[in-house]
């Protein structure tokens, strides 16, 4: 069984400062990973993905993610948070066989606050 | 916008009543998933189609069944509704089950 933590439910950042979201998880094989991004009253949108190759991962407006699998982890990062970034923040993770198919499991979700 | 559609975006309907929710994935797209999210459970996968061939299931109640159509369009269908059946329900997309998802905008269910 896979299974992902994300173990803050909120982070609240300064405008301009580092911002992380942290992301562990569980899976019997090699692990595919995900950020997503939802803004309220909106659908979940593809931030980066880690399936393969270099454990630190490069995604859209700026966030990168890095794969530890020796921690089992994920976390997102920005290295200068924009009031804009303020969202709900998910990670998911599947196991990399064919036999799980698409079938995603994500994390609870982090809310992240950044202030002007 | 990510190219999935859902239709409609809001629905409000009585307890015991049946409805459909409908989604067009991205043009290319042959996979499609079903998501449930609420408050108290979170982002729940309900089920997986690829190809007009179901592939995955997940948390998916025996009330609620899914197809997808030739045309890869998909329509979940929510029977004898419940209170807390209300929740966002999200189509998503991908070229094939290794590729990332991508959501649309959902469909606000208020069971009443």
């Known amino acids: 069984a896979q299974s992902v933590a994300q173990p803050e439910d909120q982070v609240n950042v300064a405008e301009g400062n580092p911002l992380t979201v942290k992301c562990t998880y569980s899976v019997s094989g090699n692990p595919y990973l995900f950020w997503y991004v939802q803004y309220p009253n909106r659908g979940l949108q593809f931030l980066l993905k880690y399936i393969t190759g270099d454990n630190l991962v490069k995604g859209s407006y700026g966030f990168e993610a890095e794969f530890n699998k020796s921690q089992t982890s994920f976390h997102l990062k920005k290295p200068s948070a924009l009031v804009s970034d303020s969202a709900l923040y998910f990670c998911?993770?599947?196991?990399?066989?064919?036999?799980?198919?698409?079938?995603?499991?994500f994390g609870a979700g982090t809310q992240v606050v950044v202030t002007p | 916008d990510s190219g999935v559609t859902q239709t409609p975006k809001h629905l409000i309907t009585a307890t015991g009543q049946r409805v459909t929710l409908r989604c067009s994935p991205r043009s290319g797209d042959l996979s499609v998933y079903w998501y449930q999210q609420s408050l108290d459970q979170g982002l729940q996968f309900l089920i997986q189609?690829?190809?007009?061939?179901?592939?995955a299931k997940g948390n998916i109640l025996e009330r609620f069944s899914a197809q997808q159509f030739p045309d890869l369009h998909s329509e979940l269908n929510l029977s004898s509704l419940e209170l807390g059946d209300s929740a966002l329900y999200f189509c998503?997309?991908?070229?094939?089950?290794?590729?990332?998802?991508?959501f649309g905008p959902g469909t606000r269910l208020t069971v009443t």
């Open positions: 998503a997309s991908s070229v094939g089950p290794r590729d990332e998802q991508y």
């Open positions: 189609y690829y190809n007009g061939e179901e592939r």
């Open positions: 998911a993770v599947r196991e990399g066989t064919t036999d799980s198919w698409g079938k995603l499991q």
